[in-house]
């Protein structure tokens, strides 16, 4: 069974907040990719669709359109890049590039360990901001330049440990 009985529970519990279960979709893939790892494997994906009596394609479809949500595993610190036009004039590439050479990853991979993983991403919504920089789902960075990447590294990986007691 791919969704726990208290995850399958948790998502039941949204019904009634909306007017019919397919609205729940959103809800639901936040709750999944949180206790999955972060990211929505295909078998949730039939199981979500089943609970909410829609189409796989239908969830398959969302997975696929929002940045925010994973169809693969992705690291212990997820580190998305915009490189839509106005982060791509403003150096996005050369941060890609930048974390390519500090992690030793490409786009889509994974560090060794899980810690780490790069992806580039369209539209954070800060064009004005730009570069833009997110980490998991947290607030995005702005204006983020190249020389900012190690140190952006180091304290997530400072705060990986401090949260594990090393």
Not at 28 to 37: D, I, K, R, T
Not at 87 to 98: D, F, K, P, T, Y
Request: aromatic share 6%; proline share 5%; glycine share 10%.
């Amino acid at each position: 069974m791919p969704l726990s009985h208290e995850l399958e529970n948790r998502i039941r519990a949204e019904f009634p907040k909306y007017p019919e279960k397919r609205a729940v979709l959103l809800t639901a893939l936040h709750f999944v990719q949180e206790e999955q790892g972060g990211w929505v494997a295909p078998d949730c994906i039939l199981a979500i669709a089943g609970l909410l009596e829609i189409d796989p394609i239908d969830v398959k479809e969302v997975v696929s359109f929002y940045h925010m949500f994973h169809d693969h595993a992705v690291g212990q610190s997820h580190l998305q890049v915009c490189t839509n036009l106005s982060c791509s004039m403003r150096g996005a590439r050369g941060l890609v590039r930048g974390l390519e050479e500090i992690l030793g990853v490409r786009p889509g991979e994974m560090t060794p360990g899980g810690e780490f993983s790069v992806e580039e991403v369209q539209c954070l919504g800060s064009c004005g901001s730009a570069p833009v920089v997110q980490v998991n789902n947290e607030p995005f960075l702005e204006n983020v330049a190249l020389a900012d990447l190690k140190s952006l590294v180091a304290g997530l990986q400072t705060r990986r440990r401090a949260a594990v007691g090393e």
